[in-house]
């Protein structure tokens, strides 16, 4: 069964820093993909960020950068310079495998970030 | 552009009482669609999901029901609500044969009193 592990509950960054919000996975499927969600406190979850099993490079997207660790089964999410905007809820998730082009995620309990002004 | 659309968007109901959530789609054909829940400060649950019109799959077993009578139309319904179905529901909808990203709507906070 795959499965997604967010340890950290909560993180606080000062504004305009960087921030690491961690992500572990497992899966015995060599083909998987790992996503990154944004949820505001009004409740919509943003998309984020892709990373491919089989992708050569990390991912980037404007800010958010996935640190992708392979061997160790990590996807950490990477936000630069960071704005208070950026407070809300974070959940990595990972494509399950499925057929007939249909894919069902399975996310992680999520992290809380706050940015202190 | 694709757009994805959920009502309403707060609800108030009974115990007993019948429920019905809609969510629509625009901009994009043959999508897969999705129901999640939310609990309060929790991670996200698929109820169900669906590959096309008329085929619904169930994750959990609950008082809940989906159909799916139209390409971008996704229903969720319940003939008798329970406390426990309060929660945030949350439709959302990806590619059919795509990467798996999965792209929401703005959720219905429902609260069964």
């Known amino acids: 069964a795959q499965k997604i592990t967010q340890t950290q509950p909560g993180m606080f960054v000062q504004e305009k820093e960087a921030v690491t919000l961690d992500c572990t996975y497992d899966t015995s499927d060599p083909s998987y993909g790992l996503f990154w969600y944004k949820q505001p406190s009004s409740g919509e979850m943003i998309f984020l960020i892709y990373?491919?099993?089989?992708?050569?490079q990390n991912a980037t997207e404007g800010r958010y950068s996935l640190n992708f660790q392979k061997a160790r089964k990590s996807a950490n999410l990477v936000i630069s310079a960071s704005q208070l905007g950026d407070s809300a809820m974070y959940f990595c998730?990972?494509?399950?495998?499925?057929?007939?082009?249909?894919?069902?995620?399975?996310f992680g309990k999520g992290t809380k970030l706050s940015v202190i002004p | 552009s694709q757009t994805i659309h959920q009502w309403p968007a707060t609800l108030v109901q009974p115990v007993g009482s019948p429920l019905s959530l809609e969510c629509t789609v625009e901009?994009?054909?043959?999508?897969?669609l999705y129901w999640y829940r939310q609990a309060a400060g929790r991670g996200l649950q698929l109820l169900f999901y669906?590959?096309?019109?008329?085929?619904i799959s169930s994750e959990v077993p609950q008082n809940l029901s989906a159909s799916r009578p139209q390409d971008r139309q996704f229903i969720l319904s319940s003939k008798k609500l329970l406390l426990s179905d309060s929660g945030f529901y949350l439709c959302a909808w990806s590619v059919f044969g795509g990467r798996g990203e999965q792209y929401f709507g703005p959720g219905t906070r429902l609260t069964v009193t």
């Open positions: 998730a990972m494509r399950d495998p499925s057929g007939a082009g249909s894919y069902q995620l399975t």
């Open positions: 901009g994009t054909s043959n999508p897969n």
């Open positions: 669906s590959v096309g019109i008329g085929q």
């Open positions: 990373q491919g099993s089989y992708d050569q």
